[in-house]
Nanobody, 114 residues
Framework: QVQLVESGGGLVQPGGSLRLSCAASGTIFSRSMAWYRQAPGNERELVAHIDSGGYSNYADFVNGRFTISRDHAENTVYLQMNSLKPEDMGVYYC?????????WGQGTQVTVSS
């Protein structure tokens, strides 16, 4: 069973940047992978996804600020986040875009505050 470990979150000021990483314990080559986020009191929502060929798509609220990428050799998916806003705060998770999902990791906390 593939395990996912997210990292790279932290505290950043509005307008700042973070690069999130999601390391998989096994191959995810053929899977379309996605980043999700969950703010307190809200449901988990899709942020961005990328297929095995590198084609990516983003939620409307991203508005050109984030870039999803992946390294097949390292079984890792990244999310570069720029121009962060307070409304981007939450716990960020990665997982398969489609079912069946992998077990959810612990996520990585993103806090945007001055």
């Amino acid at each position: 069973q593939v395990q996912l470990v997210e990292s790279g979150g932290g505290l950043v000021q509005p307008g700042g940047s973070l690069r999130l990483s999601c390391a998989a314990s096994g191959t995810i080559f053929s899977r379309s992978m996605a980043w999700y986020r969950q703010a307190p009191g809200n449901e988990r929502e899709l942020v961005a996804h990328i297929d095995s060929g590198g084609y990516s798509n983003y939620a409307d609220f991203v508005n050109g600020r984030f870039t999803i990428s992946r390294d097949h050799a390292e079984n890792t998916v990244y999310l570069q986040m720029n121009s962060l806003k307070p409304e981007d705060m939450g716990v960020y998770y990665c997982n398969s875009l489609r079912w069946p999902k992998f077990p959810w990791g612990q996520g990585t906390q993103v806090t945007v505050s001055s």
